[in-house]
């Protein structure tokens, strides 16, 4: 587990789902294998990722780099678990969607200076603002999570549309052909084009050089998908649902990683400033933490029958 390096984004599009827990957890998950893991929070506007870890607060936070020109690894932080290092995020810096375009390429070119060191964990704000989504799609592994209501449902695929759009935006930039995309996208009535979906197609059959490099963006968006705080296999089956849609309405490889149930004691041990993984090793939730870490590792899937 020592050669493990890489970037890994936690995001989804709805706030409150659990996205700096899973972070966390599977951070220290690792860390316990011998990984030498980096947890970032990039919750600008709301950091509480430290929470989790049991630490109060740090002397540097992402607020030293946006507003005081630090370099990241000199806010690197240790934690109480062997391993697992922190960057802390900060509420009072800007927040993500106030983060300019020259801000925003420096701490993405910072982050993959870091993963040469470590794997690199990144916990990300809610919503999908360019930034966000930027860091997202910049990661060598996407996670979303989400958790069993329709308002985290629809946001996920608000989410994911908006990364997708942003990839298609990025490999069509390579070959000075982005223009027909916005422009595709902006008169999609007057293309008789319904949903993404039909965007997809309609560039796809453009031309030769636009078809292949959106075909190829699509092959290679993959996303990693996470039910949180599930009460009952029922709730676990949001998983399957989400990904079939992704699959026949944005034709991308959407796996389903795995699920967490709800823990009441997660909450506890953040007002007690206890590590969740650490108190409660053989709980069933820890346990799916663990074969959640082991599903992004190799790439197997659930599949959960209600």
Same mark, same amino acid.
Request: hydrophobic content about 40%; some cysteine.
């Given at each position: 587990?020592?050669?493990?390096?890489?970037?890994?984004?936690?995001?989804?599009?709805?706030?409150?789902?659990?996205?700096?827990?899973?972070?966390?957890?599977?951070?220290?998950?690792?860390?316990?294998?011998? $990984? =030498?893991?980096? +947890? #970032?929070?990039? *919750? /600008? &506007?709301?950091?509480?990722? !430290?929470?989790?870890?049991?630490?109060?607060?740090?002397?540097?936070?992402?607020?030293?780099?946006?507003?005081?020109?630090?370099?990241?690894?000199?806010?690197?932080?240790?934690?109480?678990?062997?391993?697992?290092?922190?960057?802390?995020?900060?509420?009072?810096?800007?927040?993500?969607?106030?983060?300019?375009?020259?801000?925003?390429?420096?701490?993405?070119?910072?982050?993959?200076?870091? $993963? =040469?060191?470590? +794997? #690199?964990?990144? *916990? /990300? &704000?809610?919503?999908?603002? !360019?930034?966000?989504?930027?860091?997202?799609?910049?990661?060598?592994?996407?996670?979303?999570?989400?958790?069993?209501?329709?308002?985290?449902?629809?946001?996920?695929?608000?989410?994911?549309?908006?990364?997708?759009?942003?990839?298609?935006?990025?490999?069509?930039?390579?070959?000075?052909?982005?223009?027909?995309?916005?422009?595709?996208?902006?008169?999609?009535?007057?293309?008789?084009?319904?949903?993404?979906?039909? +965007?997809?197609?309609?560039?796809? &059959?453009?031309?030769?050089?636009?078809?292949?490099?959106?075909?190829?963006?699509?092959?290679?968006?993959?996303?990693?998908?996470?039910?949180?705080?599930?009460?009952?296999?029922?709730?676990?089956?949001?998983?399957?649902?989400?990904?079939?849609?992704?699959?026949?309405?944005?034709?991308?490889?959407?796996?389903?990683?795995?699920?967490?149930?709800?823990?009441?004691?997660?909450?506890?041990?953040?007002?007690?400033?206890?590590?969740?993984?650490?108190?409660?090793?053989?709980?069933?939730?820890?346990?799916?933490?663990?074969?959640?870490?082991?599903?992004?590792?190799?790439?197997?899937?659930?599949?959960?029958?209600?």
């Amino acid at each position: 587990m020592e050669d493990l390096k890489g970037i890994w984004a936690v995001g989804g599009g709805k706030g409150g789902v659990g996205k700096s827990f899973i972070a966390s957890a599977i951070g220290t998950a690792l860390a316990r294998r011998g $990984a =030498r893991v980096l +947890l #970032v929070d990039a *919750d /600008l &506007g709301g950091a509480t990722l !430290h929470h989790f870890l049991g630490i109060k607060k740090t002397a540097a936070s992402l607020s030293d780099f946006f507003d005081r020109g630090r370099p990241l690894f000199e806010l690197i932080t240790g934690t109480p678990v062997p391993g697992l290092s922190l960057i802390r995020g900060h509420n009072a810096t800007l927040g993500a969607e106030n983060i300019n375009y020259a801000q925003k390429n420096k701490f993405l070119r910072h982050l993959a200076k870091l $993963a =040469r060191e470590y +794997l #690199v964990i990144v *916990d /990300l &704000g809610a919503g999908s603002s !360019h930034n966000i989504i930027d860091t997202l799609i910049s990661a060598d592994l996407m996670a979303a999570v989400i958790v069993p209501e329709i308002i985290a449902v629809e946001n996920m695929y608000t989410f994911l549309k908006n990364a997708l759009f942003r990839r298609l935006a990025a490999g069509l930039n390579q070959i000075g052909r982005q223009h027909v995309l916005i422009d595709t996208w902006k008169n999609r009535h007057g293309y008789g084009i319904k949903g993404f979906k039909g +965007l997809i197609a309609s560039l796809s &059959g453009r031309d030769d050089e636009i078809g292949a490099r959106v075909r190829e963006e699509i092959e290679n968006f993959r996303i990693h998908l996470i039910v949180n705080q599930a009460r009952n296999r029922q709730e676990a089956t949001v998983g399957n649902a989400v990904k079939s849609v992704c699959r026949k309405y944005f034709g991308i490889d959407c796996r389903y990683s795995g699920y967490v149930e709800h823990d009441e004691f997660i909450g506890r041990c953040v007002n007690r400033r206890e590590i969740y993984m650490e108190s409660y090793p053989a709980s069933r939730c820890a346990r799916e933490v663990e074969r959640l870490t082991d599903n992004l590792l190799t790439g197997r899937q659930v599949s959960i029958i209600s």
